[in-house]
């Protein structure tokens, strides 16, 4: 089966999986598989992604703030100011950055 084909089954395939009940999901993913090739978990992956032809729900990166509204994160700063040390070296060094806050509080080595 070319990919063109296993595509235009996937996309027959995809909305009565999410309508299907347990059972009926479990008869079409092994028809699925059994047609296509693929490996199962790989085949759950498709089914249950999002709708073909349309790009992931992107989440939220994340900055490095432990909560909303604190501000940008200032270890990238630091690290900046001390001339970008190793990780070991700069786990030492930001115990001695007085308040972490601002990157030129802190020595450079």
Not at 8 to 19: C, I, M, Q, S, V
Not at 62 to 77: K, T
Request: overall charge positive; glycine content about 12%.
């Amino acid at each position: 089966m070319g990919h063109k084909a296993k595509w235009e089954y996937f996309r027959a395939l995809y909305e009565r999986y999410r309508k299907a009940g347990r059972e009926a999901k479990r008869v079409m993913l092994n028809e699925f598989c059994w047609n296509t090739g693929y490996n199962r978990k790989y085949a759950i992956r498709l089914v249950n992604g999002p709708a073909a032809g349309k790009p992931a729900e992107r989440r939220a990166e994340d900055d490095g703030r432990a909560m909303a509204g604190q501000g940008s994160p200032s270890w990238p700063r630091i690290w900046e100011a001390a001339g970008y040390p190793w990780s070991v070296r700069l786990k030492a060094l930001l115990p001695g950055c007085p308040g972490l806050a601002s990157a030129t509080g802190c020595p450079r080595r």
